[in-house]
C-alpha cells in the first residue's frame, strides 16, 4: 500500500508506514504531514476518533518519527492527492534520537547539500528521484524496443574518450588508469559485434567550472549503432527523448505537480525537433550582439540564447571540427565541419544530447589521434575496429541530470541525482 495509490481507496480503512514530516495543532485537532516513499499527505488525528493517550501522543510526536498509522481515506480536493486520511490509531517504530537538523522554514543549497542524505526526504528532492528513475526506465525501455542491447562499459579505462583536460587519474596498481569520461568507444567495438548497443551508466569528468549544468560524475545513456548517419542519429535521440517525456507526463503527474512544473511546456516536446547548423547559430547569435567568430565553442550563455529562439530541443548540427573529439567523421561536402549534433534544450538547460557519426577511416583516424597528442599505443585496440570490418556508425550521449533537471524544471542538475559531485563536494 503507498500513499501515492490510496485514491483508489477512499471511504476505506487503510493501515501503512509513513513518517512524520510536519504537524500543527488547534485544540482537538492535530493536523499530521507524513510521507511515505510514494507522495506526502494530510493526516487529521482528532479527539474523537482516536483513544485518549494516542491523542496525546500526537502532542509529542517529533519531526521524522517512523509510523504505521491505520486511518480512514476522505476525499479532499485542495489535497495534490485528492484525498487526506481520517486517523484511528497508530504505533510509533522509531522516535528521533535528538531534533531534525534540517528545520522547517527555508535553508539555503549550501547547508541543504551538507545534510544530503537527510534533505533527500523533502518532498521536492524525493519528487525529481522518482522522475529520474521514470526517465531512466523510459530511456532502456526504449532502446530496448528498438532492438538495442546493453553492453556495459569499464569504468577504469586507459585512454581519454573526450579529451585530455577533464581526466581523473586512478593508481591502479601503480599505472595511472583514468575514471571513464564515456562509454563510447568500447560501445563501438560492441556495435560491430551486436549491430545496436547501448550503455547506462556513469562518467567522470574533472570538471573545474563551477556552473549549474556541470557534475563531475554523472550519468549517461549512450545508444551506438551501425550503418547510421547524421540524420538517423538525430531521429533516434529526438524519439527517445519524446518517448521519455511522454512516459513522465503520464506516470509522474503528482510529482510534477509537487515541483509545480508547468506541464503545457512539456506537452510541446513533439516530433520534429528544429535542425540548424552551428554557422546559422553563429549568426543568430552575432544577430543578438554576442562578440564571437565562426570556429569558437559555445559556452553556457551563448547555449541559452540559441535555445530561447525554440520550444523543443534545438538540434545544432555541423560544428567545426576543430573543436570537437578526435572520433567525429569529417563532414564530405566541407572538412571544416564534423558530422556532430548537440541538442540544446529549452528553457536554458543547455546541451542534453552530444553525438555524431564516428570516422571509420583508419588513416584519417590515425591522422587526428597524432594531431591531437594522443598516446598512440592506448588507441591501438580502437584501431583494430577500423582494420577489420570497419562500417560506418554513430550515436548519442543523453546526459541524465541535464534531461531530468529540465523535466523538473529545477535549476542546478546537483538536484537531480541522490548524492552530487562537484569540484567542491564529495561528501556525504
Ligand atoms: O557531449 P558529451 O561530452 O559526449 C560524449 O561523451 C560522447 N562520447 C557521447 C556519445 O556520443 N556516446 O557528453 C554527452 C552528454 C552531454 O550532452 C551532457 O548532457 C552530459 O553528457 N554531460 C554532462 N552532464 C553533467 N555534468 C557534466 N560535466 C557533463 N558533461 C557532459
Ligand atoms: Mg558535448
Known amino acids: 500500500m503507498i500513499l501515492a495509490k490510496l485514491n483508489e481507496y477512499i471511504g476505506e480503512e487503510i493501515e501503512f508506514h509513513c513518517w512524520l514530516m510536519g504537524k500543527r495543532s488547534s485544540g482537538s485537532i492535530h493536523f499530521l504531514m507524513i510521507r511515505d516513499g510514494s507522495a506526502f499527505c494530510q493526516v487529521i488525528a482528532s479527539k474523537e476518533n482516536l483513544p485518549d493517550d494516542k491523542f496525546n501522543t500526537c502532542d509529542h ?8 498509522i491505520k486511518g480512514l481515506v476522505v476525499k ?19 522516535e528521533p534520537s535528538e531534533e531534525y537538523p534540517i528545520p522547517r522554514k527555508p535553508s539555503g543549497p549550501d547547508f541543504l547539500l551538507t545534510k544530503r542524505h537527510l534533505w533527500i526526504r523533502a518532498p521536492k528532492q524525493a519528487a525529481i528521484m522518482r522522475i529520474r528513475s521514470n526517465v531512466i526506465h523510459a530511456v532502456r525501455e526504449f532502446l530496448d524496443k528498438n532492438d538495442f542491447f546493453c ?8 585512454a581519454a574518450g573526450e579529451g585530455t583536460t577533464t581526466l581523473f587519474k586512478v593508481d591502479y596498481f601503480n599505472n595511472d588508469v583514468f575514471l571513464a569520461q ?37 550519468w549517461q545513456i549512450e545508444p551506438e549503432f551501425v550503418f547510421a548517419d547524421l540524420d538517423s542519429v538525430i531521429k533516434l535521440a529526438q524519439d527517445m527523448i519524446v518517448f521519455a517525456i511522454d512516459r513522465v507526463l503520464d506516470r509522474c503527474q503528482t510529482d510534477l505537480k509537487i515541483l509545480e512544473r508547468d506541464v503545457s511546456k512539456l506537452q510541446l516536446i513533439k516530433p520534429p525537433f528544429p535542425q540548424i547548423t552551428y554557422s546559422e547559430a553563429v549568426e543568430i547569435l552575432k544577430k543578438k550582439g554576442f ?3 565562426w570556429g569558437d565553442d559555445f559556452g553556457a550563455p551563448e547555449e541559452t540564447e540559441i535555445s ?16 570537437k573529439a578526435f572520433y567525429m567523421k569529417e563532414d564530405p561536402s566541407d572538412n571544416q565541419l564534423a558530422l556532430g ?9 543547455g546541451e542534453i544530447v552530444g553525438g555524431g557519426i564516428r570516422e571509420e577511416n583508419l588513416k584519417i583516424l590515425e591522422k587526428r589521434i597524432e594531431d591531437e597528442n594522443l598516446p598512440k599505443e592506448d588507441f591501438l585496440w580502437y584501431l583494430d575496429l577500423r582494420k577489420f570490418g570497419s562500417v560506418p556508425h554513430g550515436g548519442f550521449g543523453l ?3 541535464r534531461t531530468v533537471a529540465w523535466i523538473c524544471g529545477i535549476h542546478h542538475i546537483r538536484e537531480c541525482i541522490a548524492f552530487p559531485r562537484t569540484i567542491d563536494r564529495v561528501r556525504p
Open 61 to 68: 510526536l517529533q519531526i521524522e518519527t517512523a509510523l504505521k
Open 399 to 401: 546526459g541524465i541530470e
Open 76 to 94: 479532499e480536493s485542495r489535497s495534490k492527492l485528492g484525498f487526506e486520511i481520517h486517523l484511528k490509531d497508530f504505533t510509533v517504530i522509531s
Open 182 to 218: 564515456t562509454g563510447q568507444l568500447y560501445n563501438e567495438a560492441t556495435a560491430i559485434a551486436l549491430e545496436k548497443v547501448y550503455c547506462f551508466g556513469p562518467s567522470f569528468r574533472a570538471e573545474k567550472s563551477k556552473t549549474r549544468r556541470h557534475l563531475t560524475e554523472f
Open 341 to 349: 549534433v548537440d541538442f540544446l534544450a529549452p528553457e536554458g538547460y
Open 151 to 158: 553492453v556495459d562499459t569499464p569504468i577504469f579505462t586507459s
Open 291 to 293: 562578440n564571437i567568430t
Open 308 to 323: 530561447s529562439n525554440f520550444s523543443k530541443p534545438v538540434c545544432v548540427h555541423r560544428y567545426p571540427i576543430k573543436i
